[in-house]
């Protein structure tokens, strides 16, 4: 971790000598502590949770994009604490968000499929905060957020209204950032009075907000299209299919084409920033800014032919696992990098402990990192960071077979088939960020220990069952997308493409 902040308060760092005092040796590796956290002193704070979809971190410019894409996000992580290496455990929407809210991978909570829904058992980020006291409120802009697979329980208001499109708009068309950031000063206006001395409510509030403009298409709204690139010619135009179609079977040779739509998916990125910076404002103007703290993180990434193909949901490379996390707000220390990787299913269990919320009974996987956040403790050991989708690029239209994973540790990932035992992919992060060279051959070892790791995590097996969706409105949405249909990134497989698009090939003798 980099300190760029004040140190710890002489307090905390005597409160913090005494709990390593009595901590009995045993508990210091444990993900959660067995006993609740003491609540905090005064009034609980407001939590603001917002998930930004298809959000890639290294398009911000507080990870080092750069271009500007982000001054408001920026300016959340130069007052906060940003986690440098946050790892999705899925790549796509629907089991990443399930886990952001669960604390549990999606080997565990079952929601695997594009037509999985929630099992009625499994124990939701929001209704602990509602158990907790708070007011809770969820909207939502994704169809695969919407309330039929099971997202809107535990929330006091749940609006998915755009998740569900009733209109004849498609959402891979209009923008919605301004809307749903509409609807969420509108919100915020009824119910983030509990400080105020006119207030209606007296409870605190928990708020989570969804935005989808990032996701593909890339077509974002004047003066964001032209933005980054104004001066292009050419024929790309951030339409997925038709996009799709420029490179399909191809190399991706035209690089000049594909820089245009990382820069319209950055227009994308700024416009949905505007959007949240109007969100902040708000919160500033109700008064309430500094008792909320405001949490950005995001389900997945994209991909722009790092490895032949675009779109996500498909591989288990940085440009769709990782994702950004930046925390600011009462209790929380900084400005601050923390530098271990972390896991998105580690968010919910922070905010709980960031709130004074014991954890639920259930042990989560996700990990509290509460007190890395307020400069009370050095990071703690990282942990393996797991990857799983069950729609890699070979996989059957059906998408019942032939699962992904992945996991990182200590700067080197293993990605494997395992319908495929002979398919593994070992790559060093540390020399090979961009994870472009296969180095198992050389580092049987290493690649065993991995293996070992995936095979320990994979023999947990589900802890719930989940459900089945069949609302046709709802399929007819997803269909839109390309997720139903086994169609949702092209597949390049040819030798001819490129040492990158080459590791991509399902041939394990490749
Ligand atoms: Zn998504």
Redesign the pocket.
């Known amino acids: 971790m980099r300190h760029a902040g004040r140190a710890v308060p002489p307090l905390a760092r005597r409160v913090l000598i005494a709990l390593i005092a009595i901590a009995p040796p045993a508990l210091c590796c444990r993900s959660q502590s067995p006993s609740p956290p003491p609540l905090p002193a005064g009034p609980r704070p407001n939590v603001l949770l917002i998930s930004i ?2 959000l890639r971190a290294d398009r911000l410019r507080c990870y080092g994009h750069s271009r500007d894409t982000s001054p408001h996000i920026d300016a959340l992580a130069a007052a906060g604490v940003r986690f440098e290496r946050t790892m999705a455990v899925a790549p ?2 629907l089991p ?2 399930v886990s952001l809210l669960t604390g549990l991978h999606p080997r565990e909570h079952d929601v695997n499929k594009s037509t999985s829904t929630l099992s009625p058992e499994l124990p939701l980020l929001p209704t602990a905060f509602k158990q907790a006291g708070y007011r809770t409120g969820g909207i939502v802009s ?1 169809p ?1 957020m919407g309330r039929v697979f099971g997202f809107a329980r535990g929330f006091d208001y749940y609006d998915d209204e755009i998740a569900r499109m009733d209109e004849k708009r498609s959402h891979l068309e209009f923008a919605t950032s301004q809307r749903l950031a509409d609807k969420a000063i509108e919100w915020l206006r009824r119910y983030a009075t509990a400080s105020r001395p006119d207030r209606t409510e007296t409870r605190p509030f928990f708020l989570f907000l969804h935005l989808w403009d990032v ?1 593909y298409d890339y077509k974002p709204p004047p003066p964001y299209d032209r933005m980054f690139d104004p001066d292009y010619r050419g024929r790309a135009n951030g339409v997925f299919r038709p996009w799709r179609s420029i490179f399909e079977g191809a190399p991706p040779g035209a690089d000049r084409d594909v820089e245009h739509v990382r820069a319209l998916y950055d227009g994308e990125v700024r416009y949905t920033d505007e959007h949240l910076g109007r969100v902040l404002d708000a919160l500033n103007e109700m008064g309430v800014a500094d008792s909320t703290i405001v949490c950005v993180t995001a ?2 990434g994209d991909e722009f032919y790092e490895h032949g193909q675009g779109g ?1 949901q498909r591989t288990l490379f940085d440009e769709v696992l990782r994702v950004p996390w930046i925390i600011r707000g009462p209790g929380v220390g900084g400005p601050r990098v923390a530098t271990t990787p972390v896991s998105n299913i580690d968010i919910m269990p922070t905010l709980m402990e960031l709130a004074g919320i014991p954890p639920p009974s259930e042990q989560l996987s996700g990990r509290s990192w509460a007190a890395t956040v307020r400069g009370e403790t050095a990071e703690a050991t990282a942990r393996p960071c797991f990857g799983e989708t069950h729609y890699h690029w070979t996989a059957p239209a059906t998408h019942t077979e032939g699962r992904l994973v992945s996991v990182e540790l200590d700067g080197w990932k293993l990605i494997r088939r395992l319908d495929e035992p002979r398919f593994e992919r070992l790559y060093d992060l540390r020399v090979d960020p961009g994870e472009q060279r296969d180095v198992a051959a050389a580092n049987h070892d290493r690649a065993a220990s991995l293996r070992k790791l995936l095979d320990e995590h994979d023999a947990k097996g589900p802890r719930y069952r989940a459900g089945d969706m069949s609302d046709p409105k709802t399929r007819s949405r997803l269909e839109e997308l390309g997720y139903l249909q086994g169609e949702g990134v092209p597949m390049t497989t040819s030798p001819s493409s490129g040492p990158a698009t080459s590791q991509m090939d399902g041939d394990p003798g490749s």
């Open positions: 979809d298809s796509w929407t990443s968000h994704g695969f996701h389900d997945h996500h």
